[in-house]
């Protein structure tokens, strides 16, 4: 037991975490570099949980009306996220760069940054609605909708455009938050949207009440309504005329445009938006051969992709919490900190993944069942958890490493792996596994976890190297 438990704090141990060549100064404890760690992860964790959940409720509560209805709403997914592309890597670079003023305590910079994205966001946001809105029957199309749920898909498509510039600003405003350490203002704006969409899917989804019957459109009003609540209370955490709060859109940092900031958002904003891309792309082809499958299938992958996106989700916690630790760390020239707060997070994760990892396993059909009752569906969705399974370890590791390279500004190293792995890889391997060698979905499912791996593989090996701690913006 005594050399197990010395194995375990050698793993786990801050001060075993770092050679000694590498440390320029005091390092925390064990417990305070953990406890700063999961202080800033947690809401993160809970977040992202709740973004999952976002969609996955929709998808649940759609699955009362049949699986066409799950089809038509997950198939939306991708085409969404391509019209959201941008305003991602707006964020990415905002997070970055927001960290590396608040690491140089630099309280102007950080809300002149915050408010020139601000005004990004809501142009660009504005202007890809109106485009999202005007294509939609097109985009379903070309996503793999069938005859039997384009309509119902482009509708819900369209509804939920509506809301894309409220979405975008508060999305903006939270990443500029996470960018501080801020992680509470995104878990509580998330936890309300969910709240909201709940209440008005289940009045207008099956019309309780006086409210009307409206299906898959009325899953879409209540995403609207949850993102509009989201936006307000986003916007009131920096409005703070008579309290004093780090980001602050009342304060005397200018609204015009300055070269440093802008230079240093697009150089960390361009390269995302280049990943953005190649991920949307891949993950666009790969749903697209999933579609070719058929309805049932897809409705099976759909559901499967949910579950997916929430132990993602955890994942995607720790890689805030790092990309703020590390950006900050940076700033303040600490890239020894940099390093350590990337090791813990990556450490904490081996845990929960492990969590995940059993879940998923021992409670696979019970998981499927949340969303649909149809027996052919929760079989083939059984076998698909097993490979998720297996599929969570590097999964979540390889998002806290990116996160970590995106806080130091590193997204070109990101954006050709992601070119690489998912516009490449992904969709080309799972094209020859779903048909020539006839393993259909589980053959798609194959092509995720290689994908992951792939990435995971190439990430690490950049990271081991230390060159983004050299990154400057």
């Not at 309805?295 to 992958?301: D, E, G, K, L, S």
């Not at 720790?318 to 990556?346: C, E, H, N, T, W």
């Not at 370890?393 to 792996?417: E, M």
Request: with cysteine; hydrophobic share 50%; charged share 15%.
């Amino acid at each position: 037991m005594q050399p197990l438990i010395r194995i375990f704090s050698r793993i786990f141990s801050c001060s075993h975490m770092l050679k000694p060549k590498d440390i320029i100064g005091d390092i925390p404890s064990t417990k305070e570099g953990y406890y700063k760690t999961f202080l800033i992860s947690w809401p993160s964790i809970v977040e992202s949980v709740l973004v999952s959940l976002m969609a996955s409720v929709d998808t649940m509560m759609v699955g009362t009306i049949n699986p066409q209805a799950i089809a038509a709403v997950g198939i939306t997914n991708q085409p969404r996220f391509i019209v959201m592309a941008m305003i991602f890597s707006l964020n990415t670079g905002i997070t970055a760069v927001v960290a590396r003023r608040k690491g140089e305590d630099n309280y102007l910079g950080a809300n002149s940054c915050l408010k020139q994205c601000m005004i990004i966001s809501g142009i660009l946001s504005a202007f890809m609605a109106v485009l999202g809105a005007a294509c939609a029957d097109p985009l379903m199309l070309f996503a793999g909708a069938e005859e039997d749920i384009l309509g119902s898909a482009a509708s819900y498509f369209r509804i939920t455009m509506v809301g894309m510039v409220f979405t975008s600003l508060s999305l903006t405003i939270n990443a500029a938050q996470r960018g501080i350490g801020n992680t509470r203002i995104s878990m509580v704006t998330n936890l309300a949207a969910n709240i909201v969409n709940v209440i008005f899917n289940y009045l207008l989804i099956n019309g309780v009440a006086f409210f009307p019957k409206l299906g898959v459109d009325g899953a879409a009003i209540g995403t609207v309504l949850g993102n509009i609540t989201a936006f307000f209370m986003s916007l009131h955490s920096v409005y703070r005329p008579k309290k004093f709060d780090y980001l602050d859109i009342t304060c005397e940092a200018s609204w015009k445009f300055d070269k440093r900031t802008v230079f240093s958002i697009l150089n960390v904003s361009g390269s995302a938006m280049v990943e953005q891309v190649f991920m949307r792309i891949g993950f666009f082809a790969y749903a697209k051969i999933v579609a070719e499958l058929g309805t049932i299938a897809f409705a099976t992958h759909q559901i499967c992709m949910q579950i997916l996106n929430l132990s993602f989700a955890v994942g995607d916690g720790f890689s805030i919490a790092a990309s703020s630790l590390v950006g900050q760390s940076l700033g303040a020239k600490r890239p020894d900190l940099a390093k350590l707060y990337a090791s813990i997070s990556q450490r904490i994760a081996l845990i929960a993944s492990t969590l995940i990892f059993l879940l998923f396993i021992f409670g696979r059909r019970f998981l499927v069942g949340l969303f649909t009752n149809d027996p052919a569906i929760i079989d083939q969705g059984s076998i698909l958890m097993i490979i998720m399974a297996f599929t969570t370890h590097v999964q979540t590791s390889q998002v806290i490493i990116s996160g970590c390279l995106r806080g130091a500004g590193d997204t070109k190293f990101v954006a050709l792996t992601s070119f690489l792995s998912i516009a490449i890889v992904r969709p080309s391997l799972s094209w020859i596994l779903c048909f020539p060698l006839h393993m259909g979905l589980v053959g798609a499912w194959f092509g995720v976890l290689i994908d992951q791996t792939l990435r995971f593989l190439c990430n690490f090996l950049r990271f081991l190297g230390g060159k983004w701690t050299k990154i400057q913006l």
